[in-house]
């Protein structure tokens, strides 16, 4: 999965789903937020499984 955040402010999320074992994989892109849609819950800690954003400075 992939969250790709783009400069006017939409959240775009790109997905691999298995549709079933015989049938392989597809790719699809959903944008958040959808009408009708929210979040299931909220978590109370930080995902851990990425690699941290380097930080940066100005010169």
């Not at 049938?23 to 930080?46: D, I, N």
Request: glycine share 6%.
């Amino acid at each position: 999965m992939a969250r790709l955040d783009h400069a006017d402010g939409r959240t775009e999320y790109q997905v691999t789903l298995q549709t079933s074992p015989d049938r392989g994989t597809v790719h699809r892109a959903y944008w958040w937020p959808q009408p009708g849609l929210r979040r299931a819950h909220g978590s109370t800690c930080e995902p851990t499984d990425r690699e941290p954003i380097p930080k940066t400075t100005a010169s």
